[in-house]
């Protein structure tokens, strides 16, 4: 079946740095991948999406590229602050049932 | 427009007990889906409604069922509970045509005991 693949935590970083956080995917359609952040206590928020190879998403000053060839949809952000200090999750999810595969999230600690 | 709305916020439960969660969607959102998140973990998919029919269910055992109302609201209810069922449950709305992304709820904390 479908499945998501992203790099372990904690990625520990100082504010300011280049962050990358890995995620893959094994999928047999064509599916729509997603970052979701998730704040200390707080629910899911979609962060950005992309659904089709070559798309990019961002927001906030993140950026993740929808890479067919290599099933990849990493993560990247050039300077990164305290605030952006959570976990992140990668997904993904095609149109036959909407119902979203997930990655077991990365934890993110940006140190001042 | 207000964000999916999720009741109650926080729950502690004894084993063997019954709960039942409630979400508001998105106005103009008509599909639900439920997640439950363990600690630790990303979420793992439990049931997906659509115009109060079930589009689509997860890897859960027959204690956890759902359903969706006429206002497109919906219930997640837990039988019997296990100390594993301890988690954080989430509901996500999505609207019919506008993708496929999930607008997600702050979530319930369940606390099995």
């Known amino acids: 079946g479908d499945s998501v693949t992203q790099m372990e935590g904690p990625v520990t970083l100082s504010e300011e740095a280049f962050l990358t956080i890995n995620c893959t995917y094994t999928?047999?359609?064509?599916?729509?991948l997603f970052w979701y952040v998730q704040y200390p206590g707080e629910g899911l928020q979609l962060l950005l999406k992309?659904?089709?190879a070559d798309d990019k998403g961002s927001n906030k000053g993140f950026e993740a590229t929808y890479r067919k060839e290599t099933t990849s949809f990493h993560l990247e952000k050039g300077s990164v602050q305290v605030s952006d200090s959570a976990v992140y999750f990668c997904?993904?999810?095609?149109?036959?049932?909407?119902?979203?595969?997930w990655g077991a999230g990365t934890k993110l600690i940006i140190k001042p | 427009d207000a964000g999916v709305t999720q009741s109650p916020t926080h729950l502690i439960k004894t084993r063997g007990q019954h709960v039942t969660l409630r979400c508001s969607p998105i106005?103009?959102?008509?599909?639900v889906s439920w997640y439950q998140q363990v600690l630790g973990q990303g979420p793992q998919f439990i049931f997906q409604?659509?115009?109060?029919?079930?589009?689509g269910r997860g890897n859960f055992p027959d204690r956890f069922s759902a359903r969706q109302f006429p206002n497109y609201s919906s219930e997640l209810n837990v039988n019997a509970l296990l100390l594993g069922d301890s988690a954080l449950y989430l509901c996500?709305?999505?609207?019919?045509?506008?993708?496929?992304?999930?607008?997600f709820g702050p979530g319930t904390r369940l606390t099995v005991l």
């Open positions: 996500a709305s999505r609207r019919e045509g506008g993708g496929n992304e999930q607008f």
């Open positions: 106005s103009g959102h008509k599909s």
């Open positions: 409604y659509y115009e109060k029919e079930e589009r």
């Open positions: 999928a047999t359609g064509y599916p729509s």
């Open positions: 992309a659904t089709k």
């Open positions: 997904a993904l999810s095609d149109y036959s049932n909407y119902q979203l595969i």
